[in-house]
């Protein structure tokens, strides 16, 4: 029977400590999230089978009508890779309207190519950047290695800047990290400002500066999106400030690092990059960011306590609150809303519940939280689900599953979907949908989960996101135009889909 969602500590401790006496879950490896194989002599779990810690997301009648946008060109990690979810037609990670009026959508292919695409037009590449970088570029290992995001000045049409995030094998160069890095440091991620000669043109060609460059034990968790507040307007303190999801390098199970304030690994940084006040002289640090003046802390950080935080936005109506998706180590899948000197506990903490770094049994990772829990300050999830493994689940082995966190649909064409939160499950493509006005911190229970259904608007068959990707791995992202549109990326078969209409009824 799944545990409540009930997230205030006084009201669940009873109710929490019977049902996870019932069902246990696994602290997994460090990578065990990543990597193919299960632990050497990993046994299945003694909870009972296919129990799940959260309910299960519902099924809806609302369904969305998707049209194939664009397809991009097959592409190769370098090095070659040999874990097969890397081998797929094309890692494009994100799509983004260049905030020039242009309508140009700009798509990052993980393997080292900068796409623009337009309505009704074939992609082309703008920049390489894995061709600029080479033979430092490293893409052939870790689902996020290689050109990860593109984030566009909201002056861009002016100033013609740009921001791109890659990585780096350590062992090929003698650079060193600007921030504390990691022990045995053996990849880095780079921040690249980019300034073209001709906003408008279609390939790049201008100057580049390294901005910010930090050092990661492994090779999963790094930086994995940065993004401007496009809600900010100029004049205000948010515009023009660049934020940087950090993951925890995948040492955050066995550390206490994303608790650190000192280190900038399992963060969300918020930088000025057109600044100069850091240690580095090479971007400044906001003054109005939550830990500037605490001494011991990086001035830079703007919420902490993340394991891999994989994607993040703001609603562009409302309160323009900042949501974003949470890959959890073994079974939960979180969504945060997420302010200023916000913690989210990990590795203490796994979405709503204690996270045992050392169980006595390994298969019991979660604990209720405690009757104190308060005098912590942790924030919880606005909504989550959990991996719901099968009956004859290997509770070492990974379930495969991992939230993609999405976007608020704020346009005009999909009146049924206005105030809802789209995010998915990247590996096997769910769609999910979450109101807004249910996902509320603190509340008394977290908002519901809808599982939405899909239509292929050629043939209007009811499909799923497999299917349309050819593939049981979807490998799905999420993006959305300046018209607040939405769109489904799959690495799978290197498809963009554009959210076209709506069939059935709204979410209730």
């Known amino acids: 029977m799944p545990l409540s969602t ?10 929490l400590a019977a049902a996870v006496a019932a069902t246990a879950f696994l602290t997994a490896p460090a990578e065990a999230r990543t990597e193919p194989t299960a632990a050497p002599g990993a046994t299945a779990g003694a909870a009972a089978p296919g129990d799940s810690l959260l309910p299960k997301p519902v099924p809806a009648k609302l369904g969305l009508v ?31 309207e260049l905030p020039d009026g242009s309508g140009r959508k700009a798509v990052p292919d993980l393997n080292g190519k900068l796409y623009l695409v337009e309505d009704g037009a ?87 500066r390294e901005v910010l460059r930090l050092g990661f034990n492994g090779r999963i968790h790094g930086i994995q999106q940065i993004a401007f507040n496009p809600t900010a307007r100029k004049g205000s303190a948010d515009y023009g400030k660049l934020y940087l999801a950090v993951g925890d390098g995948g040492t955050g199970v066995r550390t206490t690092e994303p608790q ?22 090479k971007y400044g640090v906001p003054a109005d960011n939550p830990f500037a003046d605490r001494p011991g802390a990086l ?11 994989h994607r993040f936005s703001w609603d562009t109506g409302g309160k323009h609150r900042l949501y974003l998706g949470h890959i959890g180590e073994h079974a939960i899948e979180s969504i945060y809303e997420v302010r200023a000197g916000d913690n989210l506990g990990w590795s203490e903490r796994e979405g709503p519940f204690v996270f045992d770094k050392n169980p006595a ?14 005098t912590y300050g942790y924030t919880y999830p606005v909504t989550a689900y959990d991996h719901d493994p099968p009956a004859d689940w290997n509770c070492t082995s990974d379930v ?26 990247l590996v096997d493509g769910r769609v999910f949908g979450t109101k807004t006005g249910e996902m509320n911190r603190g509340a008394a229970e977290m908002a519901t989960i809808h599982q939405l259904r899909l239509y292929d608007a050629a043939t209007g068959n009811l499909v799923t996101a497999q299917d349309l990707a050819g593939d049981t791995r979807v490998d799905l992202r999420f993006g959305q135009d300046s018209a607040g549109e939405l769109y489904l990326l799959a690495k799978a078969n290197g498809k963009v889909w554009k959210v076209t209409g709506t069939r059935g009824p709204a979410l209730p």
């Not at 009930?6 to 109710?15: D, E, F, S, T």
């Not at 001035?299 to 935080?309: H, I, M, Q, S, T």
């Open 66 to 96: 998707v049209e194939e946008y664009a397809q991009f060109p097959e592409s190769e990690p370098t090095p070659p890779p040999t874990d097969p979810r890397l081998m797929r037609h094309a890692r494009i990670n994100a799509l983004t």
């Open 361 to 374: 049994d390994p298969c019991d990772a979660y604990k209720p939280l405690p009757p104190d829990d308060d």
């Open 6 to 15: 009930r997230r205030k500590p006084r009201l669940l401790a009873p109710a």
């Open 122 to 208: 074939q992609p082309r590449t703008y920049l390489d950047v894995g061709a600029t970088f080479a033979p430092q570029f490293f893409s052939g290992q870790g689902l996020g290695q290689g050109f990860g995001y593109a984030a566009f000045h909201p002056d861009f049409a002016r100033n013609g800047i740009f921001y791109t995030v890659h990585t780096e094998l350590a062992s090929t160069t003698d650079k060193k990290p600007d921030l504390t890095p990691q022990p045995n440091t053996g990849y880095h991620g780079i921040i690249t400002e980019w300034t073209a000669d001709d906003p408008a043109a279609g390939t790049f060609s201008g100057t580049r």
């Open 260 to 281: 650190n304030l000192a280190l900038p690994h399992g963060k969300l940084l918020r930088i000025d990059p057109r600044g100069s006040n850091s240690a580095s002289g």
């Open 400 to 425: 495969g599953r991992a939230v993609s966190g999405g976007f608020v649909y704020r346009g005009d064409d999909l009146r049924k979907l206005r105030g809802t939160y789209l995010f998915g499950d």
């Open 299 to 309: 001035g830079e950080v703007y919420a902490y306590g993340f394991r891999d935080p």
